[in-house]
């Protein structure tokens, strides 16, 4: 693992490679060299566009725009491939576990025995929090959103741990990224212990990571709570599924905050804001309301025909991804993962997974979704299994930001540590009025 990537690690550029662009306005040309990754689409380099044209990019959404370089994950969304340092979700998720997935994420390789044991002590060794930090949860409203409590208590962390500030410090940043992925379990269940009104269940170094935050959730003081190994592996194979996904949304924040320089603490409490949203990380939320609201299997066509009326702004939750338009690598995992799980606790008949199911059946069947290339994404199942295996709704998106914390602040040192790496500031085009004069008050009428 190296701290600072040498020249040999830059984006390679052939001095043929170039694309030429012609401004019709004026008839000048300009080249603009052209990017090779080990993989994926040839990138053109635009940073010299302006001070060489005087013109900008517009690319709302940023689906044309790369943002950074990277080698932490690969998505090929045309084929429906994931890869993290290379390696296919499918393989990670069958094979491995989470532990080492957030080893891999963090350092680039898969740990050997010893270093996969020496990182597992270090995750409990941090995994309780300040005790100071109960007395902010006691700050909060009993119905507040747990995506409330976590959004606040992460970014209070910095308060805490300032011996793991200093961004220039390689070994500092290392315990701030240890101390954010072995405490979120444990600041996470105690975000739904306090909205329930229940006492807060500390952390057991017996327990590894999955296990230990199912006790957290579901461990109560008056009698001893047996993890159930299917439930533990499926809880571990979702924080698998959801560790990283290369520059979404939450991630772009993440980073973007990071440019400034601020400290990892307030960056993934930027990230945890970032994935509320229902387009994101709130989606599998959206998707058990909605398979709720359908109620029954009878009602699909009805809001199927909703999902394709351009004046209705209902959507398909669980449905559609910015970057895969063939099929999620993870809904498929997912899939296989609920079954197990609705067999373990024995539940023969789950009316919502029948429906989703059933609206699956439907919708890829449907010209609509098929001419736009809308399949389930990762949301799609995971509510089912969160609910079967005890989680209220308002928790799925905790769970999702808890895994996501590995990607983020693996994509955060990333960052810190690229030479080439500047504040973040994108530029606009802008379409509002041109200087005019200011009109005293008394002269507006
Ligand atoms: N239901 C119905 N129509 C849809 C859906 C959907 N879920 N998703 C996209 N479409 C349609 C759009 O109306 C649009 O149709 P048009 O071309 O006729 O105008 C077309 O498909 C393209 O949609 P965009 O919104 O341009 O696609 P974009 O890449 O911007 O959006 C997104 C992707 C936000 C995920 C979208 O598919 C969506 O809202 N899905 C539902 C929410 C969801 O499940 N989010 C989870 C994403 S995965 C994650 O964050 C972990």
């Not at 689409?41 to 005087?54: F, H, Q």
């Not at 609206?359 to 609910?387: C, H, M, Q, T, W």
């Not at 308002?394 to 990333?414: C, D, N, P, Y």
Request: hydrophobic fraction near 40%; include cysteine; proline fraction near 6%.
């Amino acid at each position: 693992m190296t701290d600072t990537p040498t020249q040999a690690d830059a984006p390679a550029t052939a001095p043929e490679d170039t694309v030429t662009l012609t401004d019709n306005a004026t008839g000048r040309t300009y080249t603009l060299p052209v990017l090779h990754g080990t993989t994926g689409p040839r990138v053109i380099d635009i940073r010299k566009l302006y001070a060489e044209t005087g013109m900008f990019t517009y690319d709302p959404g940023f689906t044309s725009t790369g943002s950074c370089e990277s080698k932490i994950t690969y998505i090929d969304g045309d084929k429906g491939i994931l890869l993290h340092r290379g390696f296919p979700i499918e393989e990670l998720a069958e094979h491995g576990d989470f532990m080492e997935v957030a080893y891999l994420l963090l350092n680039g390789e898969l740990p050997s025995r010893n270093e996969k044991y020496d990182f597992e002590q270090i995750m409990t060794r941090h995994s309780m929090v300040h005790e100071q930090l109960t007395f902010f949860y006691r700050g909060f409203r009993r119905d507040a959103h747990p995506m409330a409590i976590l959004c606040g208590i992460t970014g209070a962390l910095s308060a805490f741990y300032g011996d793991s500030l200093d961004i220039n410090d390689p070994q500092q940043r290392m315990i701030a990224s240890h101390r954010l992925i072995s405490k979120m379990p444990t600041i996470a269940a105690m975000a739904y212990k306090y909205s329930c009104g229940q006492p807060f269940v500390y952390p057991r170094n017996d327990l590894r990571y999955a296990e230990n935050f199912l006790h957290m959730m579901f461990a109560v003081p008056t009698e001893p709570y047996r993890v159930n190994q299917v439930l533990a592996r499926a809880m571990d194979r979702i924080f698998i599924l959801h560790a990283d996904h290369e520059q979404n949304a939450s991630t772009s924040s993440v980073r973007l905050s990071g440019s400034t320089g601020a400290n990892p603490f307030a960056c993934i409490a930027a990230g945890i804001a970032s994935l509320w949203g229902p387009a994101h990380g709130g989606a599998n939320e959206a998707v058990l309301q909605m398979l709720e609201q359908i109620g029954r299997k009878e009602r699909i066509p009805e809001f199927i025909k909703r999902a394709k009326d351009k004046n209705d702004p209902f959507r398909l939750m669980g449905f559609g991804h910015r970057v895969y338009k063939n099929h999620d690598p993870r809904a498929q995992v997912l899939r296989r993962t609920c079954h197990e799980v609705l067999g373990e606790l024995g539940i023969r008949h789950e009316p919502l997974l029948d429906i989703a199911i059933e609206l699956e059946r439907i919708a890829l069947e449907d010209e609509f979704f098929v001419d736009r290339k809308l399949y389930p994404n990762v949301d799609f199942y995971s509510g089912i299994i969160l609910r079967a295996m005890g989680f209220p709704t308002s928790m799925f998106t905790v769970l999702f930001a808890l895994a996501r914390t590995v990607g983020w602040i693996s994509q955060w040192k990333e960052m810190i540590e690229d030479r080439d790496q500047r504040i973040g500031r994108p530029r606009q085009l802008y379409t509002g009025p041109t200087s005019r004069h200011y009109v005293p008050l008394s002269m507006r009428g």
